[in-house]
């Protein structure tokens, strides 16, 4: 039971335009998201995170969304650099204690 | 440097061939933890220890032991590995599980025949 989704496998974007990364989970009891990136080779490396008492985190060129009615959050990568091109992982926690991750996407960014 | 180091990067093995996965963090963090990557199904936990020899299961722990008898140190073992064990693996450590960042070491491709 995969309680939390990245629907999208993959996602090509054209440099300087935005990316937009989707993520829907099924807990409602998460309350503490994150967004890792990894490149080939390498491990996740943390991105950027929010709190379920937030609706948006911004960290330079990018910004997490979360919509709890929904059960969705998003991450906007705005300009997108060809340095951005890697696999980015969702994940949730809740209760300070385990962790889900959603299955990846990967992002290209063309130049 | 604030590093997680793994070792072995890459193993070949053959089946029910014991085997340990060291992992090593030099942050002095109390949260560790073991991930599997799989195509289509992402990160899965497999252990996860809050410190010094408390231990918890995650959502993929059968086939796998840990052990925590020092804090910088986690090591993951398979004492009768099984084909459906090739994957990537993933350490991690951290100040707490889910509200701070987690350091992931760079990884360790294991493949069980």
């Known amino acids: 039971d995969q309680q939390v989704k990245q629907n999208s496998p993959s996602l090509s974007v054209q440099e300087g335009r935005i990316s937009i990364l989707n993520c829907d989970y099924t807990?409602?009891?998460?309350?503490?998201f994150l967004w890792y990136k990894k490149y080939p080779a390498e491990g996740p490396t943390f991105l950027i995170s929010i709190s379920s008492i937030k609706d948006k985190n911004e960290d330079g060129r990018f910004t997490v969304f979360l919509n709890k009615s929904a059960k969705h959050l998003s991450l906007h990568i705005v300009p997108s650099q060809p340095g951005d091109s890697a696999v980015y992982f969702c994940?949730?926690?809740?209760?300070?204690?385990?962790?889900?991750f959603g299955a990846g996407t990967r992002l290209t960014v063309k130049p | 440097e604030a590093q997680v180091t793994q070792n072995p990067r890459y193993l070949i093995t053959v089946t029910g061939k014991k085997l340990t996965v060291t992992c090593s963090q030099n942050m002095n963090h109390e949260y560790m933890s073991w991930y599997r990557q799989d195509p289509g199904l992402g990160l899965r936990q497999i252990y996860y220890?809050?410190?010094?020899?408390?231990?918890d299961k995650g959502d993929v722990p059968e086939g796998y032991k840990v052990s925590r008898k020092e804090k910088r140190n986690f090591p993951l073992i398979l004492e009768s590995p099984s084909p459906n064990q090739t994957s990537l693996y993933f350490c991690?450590?951290?100040?707490?599980?889910?509200?701070?960042?987690?350091?992931f070491g760079p990884g360790t491709r294991l493949t069980v025949l």
């Open positions: 807990n409602s009891m998460f309350d503490y």
């Open positions: 220890s809050m410190n010094v020899e408390v231990t």
């Open positions: 994940a949730a926690s809740y209760n300070n204690n385990d962790m889900r």
């Open positions: 991690a450590s951290s100040t707490s599980l889910s509200t701070d960042t987690q350091y």
